[in-house]
């Protein structure tokens, strides 16, 4: 089991930037490809990015391509979400995940999910 424990969001002007961090805990946190995700309501969950075990491959969703970037710790059990350049549309609360085995921005292909943190963006 792994439990995921996301924090950082808050309320921000557009333009600003935000980091959002995601503490794991267990002891295969290395082996895992790790993604954030966002979700308005109404809306289905989005991906936002995605990186592999090793930190050596990130992928993102084209909405925030160039202005947030993923990272991970895995000494610290930790993945990080750096979003800058904040838009009003950038709003929802931001879920991490984690993935036993591959890659994947389908949400459903996540096995373990964090209980979200809000991100709002306003003037």
């Known amino acids: 089991q792994v439990q995921l424990v996301e924090s950082g969001g808050g309320l921000v002007q557009p333009g600003g930037s935000l980091r959002l961090s995601c503490a794991a805990s267990?002891?295969?946190?290395?082996?895992?490809?790790m993604g954030w995700f966002r979700q308005t309501p109404g809306k289905e969950r989005e991906f936002v990015a995605t990186i592999s075990w090793s930190g050596g491959t990130t992928y993102y969703a084209d909405s925030v391509q160039g202005r947030f970037t993923i990272s991970r710790d895995n000494a610290k059990n930790t993945v990080y979400l750096q979003m800058n350049s904040l838009k009003p549309e950038d709003t929802a609360v931001y879920y991490c995940?984690?993935?036993?085995?591959?890659?994947?921005?389908?949400?459903?292909?996540?096995?373990?999910w964090g209980q979200g943190t809000q991100v709002t963006v306003s003037s």
């Open positions: 267990g002891r295969t946190f290395s082996t895992y490809t």
């Open positions: 995940a984690a993935k036993i085995v591959g890659s994947s921005r389908d949400y459903a292909r996540y096995d373990y």
